[in-house]
């Protein structure tokens, strides 16, 4: 996997979409803007819901939740907010180039129809 610069308001501005970068075009279109990542400087643990992660992290990926009452994602300048798809932790703790904090809530294990306004973190080596 080529290594992603974590660049833009989300970390994932240089996330290439064109046919020739992904075999899913559709799915990268469609789902970029839900995508933050940003880097742990130096690498080290963090937690997820107080858990901590079982290897130090040089980046963490958040895939954001359905959003919650009072999020709004119509246009390009709420797109850039991400304060309308991050909440609690993970809304303090992210920041572009670097995180702010090793702390973030949401789900480590996956999606659950249940809870679909929820973030899913992942620790990325």
Known sequence: MPSI??????????????????PNRDFCDN??????LTQISPPSAITINGVTSPFPCG???IFAGRK????????????????????GLNVSSFAVP??????????????SAASPATDLVRCLP
């Open 5 to 22: 610069d974590v660049a833009g308001n989300k970390g994932t501005d240089n996330i290439e979409c064109s046919a020739a970068a992904v």
């Open 31 to 36: 789902w970029k803007e839900m995508l933050f």
């Open 59 to 61: 980046r963490v990926l």
């Open 68 to 87: 919650s009452v009072g999020q709004s994602r119509s246009d390009a300048l709420e797109k850039a907010d991400k304060r309308n798809y991050l909440e």
């Open 98 to 111: 670097n995180a702010t904090a090793t702390a973030f809530s949401g789900s480590a294990v996956g999606f």
